[in-house]
């Protein structure tokens, strides 16, 4: 059995089928109970997360029908259980049951083998992470401020996986193979600051020494005009280590995980 929420919500039966959860609010229900498993959810937070202001007085009842049918729905998964408890219920499962758990997993376990410098290793966990995505977190409730959040949550986990992949890429010494996605990553999400810093490493690291320096402008100037703050200290650290770089020097580049300490002259 498993549940997937890096995608469409879904859960996978023993046989391999997917399981039907119901019409939408149904689905929502689970979906919130799905984001606090382990936890007492009560009937009145139901409502308030999924109804809002907007609740007829009918919900409660609502709700009591929707976690009955979804009991039913879920009856061929023994490992996935929704328990009442006073007022509300506890949606129980096993933790590597649930992928998004299973990518936080990847995501530790990664950031210990580059801790180690074992690189490829912590390549190889990252990209396993990173196949179980089939698309936005919790997609059907992109829109929902009840799964906002944790939405976040997650997608900040998978852009600290991409980070450590192309950190552990750049330590490995295939800098130049990074620099055209980095570049799609600095344009898609210019406020994340590793990005721009790989970036100039990753060029550096190419021998393309003087193009990283016009990217470190580039993103002083993004920070600066863009957000209002000064460009990040790593950033000023990497770029300070380029422009001090001497013929016959080899200035190392720590990014605070992953070293890059093979930088040519431009």
Same mark, same amino acid.
Not at 32 to 43: F, I, K, Q
Not at 48 to 75: M, Q, T
Not at 123 to 131: A, K, T, Y
Not at 153 to 176: C, N, P, T, V
């Given at each position: ?15 391999? @089928? ?30 308030? @997360? ?76 990252? @990209?396993?992470?990173?196949?179980? =995505? ?35 890429? /750049? ?21 994340? @600051?590793?990005? =721009? ?65 093979? /930088?040519?002259?431009?």
């Amino acid at each position: 059995m498993e549940c997937r929420v890096l995608g469409m919500v879904e859960v996978v039966g023993a046989d391999g @089928e997917t399981v039907p959860l119901g019409p939408p609010r149904q689905r929502a229900v689970f979906a919130l109970l799905l984001m606090h498993a382990g936890e007492l959810v009560t009937v009145d937070r139901i409502i308030d @997360e999924i109804w809002g202001d907007r609740s007829p007085p009918s919900a409660r009842h609502a709700v009591h029908v929707y976690v009955s049918d979804l009991r039913k729905r879920l009856n061929g998964c023994a490992d996935l259980t929704i328990t009442t408890y006073g007022p509300g219920y506890r949606l129980e499962l096993p933790t590597r049951a649930l992928d998004a758990y299973r990518m936080e997993e990847a995501v530790l376990t990664a950031e210990d083998l580059i801790d180690r410098a074992a690189y490829r290793e912590a390549g190889n966990v990252l @990209e396993s992470g990173l196949e179980l =995505w089939r698309g936005p977190p919790y997609a059907d409730f992109l829109y929902d401020d009840f799964a906002a959040a944790e939405i976040r949550r997650i997608e900040d986990l998978r852009m600290q996986a991409i980070e450590l992949s192309i950190e552990s890429e /750049i330590a490995e010494g295939y800098a130049a193979d990074v620099v055209g996605l980095l570049g799609s990553l600095t344009s898609e999400y210019p406020e994340r @600051e590793r990005f =721009w810093t790989m970036r100039v490493q990753a060029l550096a690291a190419s021998g393309r020494r003087a193009e990283a320096l016009r990217v470190f402008h580039d993103a002083a100037s993004f920070f600066r005009d863009e957000i209002g703050v000064p460009p990040p200290p790593e950033l000023l650290t990497t770029r300070n280590a380029i422009a001090g770089h001497r013929p016959g020097v080899e200035p190392a580049l720590t990014s605070g995980i992953a070293s890059v300490s093979s /930088i040519s002259s431009a």
